[in-house]
């Protein structure tokens, strides 16, 4: 029994409840009975120390590698070890000048294009701090468009790369010398825990 029900002061339930190991309130009191109980990990068995986690990060990132789609070619921007490379070749080229081991697969980056100004929410937040029909009496809205538009062209240019979890580049070509294979390379990163079955 971890849940406590809340009351008003005048006595009658809430229908709240919360955790008395940290506080966390919720309106179902099942989740507040066991939201700090341990779980076992969904994916290896394990308990997992962290408090509200369902699963090992190391468990979650090892399922990731191993669902991830695996692509044999990839002519965009890689990232390894939370650094970004504009291509496999500038990652094997760091790793080689480094005297570091090539992993057999790198999660590959998506694109994020550049976060344009939206004009129409800029005016929809003025219309919704204000009074109505204020758009009419805007000055100066034409030329702030206009200054939008160009503003957004002028820096389209400036996009974003981000991990694409679901997706890996094989580097197999590159790993010849050690041999490698993703079995080898996630027991090396992510020993101690069994493998997913
Ligand atoms: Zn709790
Ligand atoms: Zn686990």
Same mark, same amino acid.
Request: hydrophobic share 35%; charged share 25%; glycine share 4%.
């Given at each position: 029994m *971890?849940?406590?029900?809340l009351f008003s002061k005048n006595g009658f339930s809430v229908h709240v409840w919360y955790c008395l190991s940290c506080g966390i309130v919720s309106k179902e009191k099942e989740v507040a009975e066991n939201c700090c109980k341990r779980s076992n990990c969904r994916y290896c068995g394990e308990p997992v120390e962290e408090q509200h986690w369902l699963?090992?990060?190391?468990?979650?990132?090892?399922?990731k590698i191993e669902?991830? @789609?695996?692509?044999?070619t990839w002519d965009g921007w890689v990232v390894y070890e939370d650094k970004y490379y504009t291509s496999v070749d500038e990652l094997i080229e760091d790793l080689e000048d480094n005297k570091d081991s090539i992993p057999e697969y790198v999660f590959i980056c998506k694109k994020k294009p550049f976060p344009?100004? *939206?004009?129409?929410? &800029?005016?929809?937040?003025?219309?919704? *701090?204000?009074? @109505?029909?204020?758009?009419?009496s805007l000055v100066g809205l034409d030329a702030l468009?206009?200054? %939008?538009?160009?503003? *957004?062209?002028?820096?389209?240019? &400036? %996009?974003?790369? &981000?991990?694409?979890?679901t997706k890996? %580049?094989? &580097?197999?070509?590159?790993a010849t010398k050690?041999?490698?294979?993703?079995?080898?390379?996630?027991?090396?990163?992510?020993?101690?825990?069994?493998?997913?079955?």
């Open positions: *971890n849940a406590q029900e699963a090992h990060q190391a468990c979650i990132e090892k399922n669902k991830a @789609e695996k692509l044999g344009a100004i *939206n004009i129409e929410h &800029l005016i929809e937040s003025i219309e919704e *701090n204000s009074y @109505e029909g204020i758009i009419d468009t206009e200054a %939008v538009n160009a503003f *957004n062209e002028n820096n389209k240019d &400036l %996009v974003s790369y &981000l991990p694409d979890k890996m %580049v094989c &580097l197999k070509d590159y050690e041999g490698a294979s993703i079995s080898h390379w996630i027991r090396k990163n992510y020993h101690g825990y069994k493998p997913i079955s």
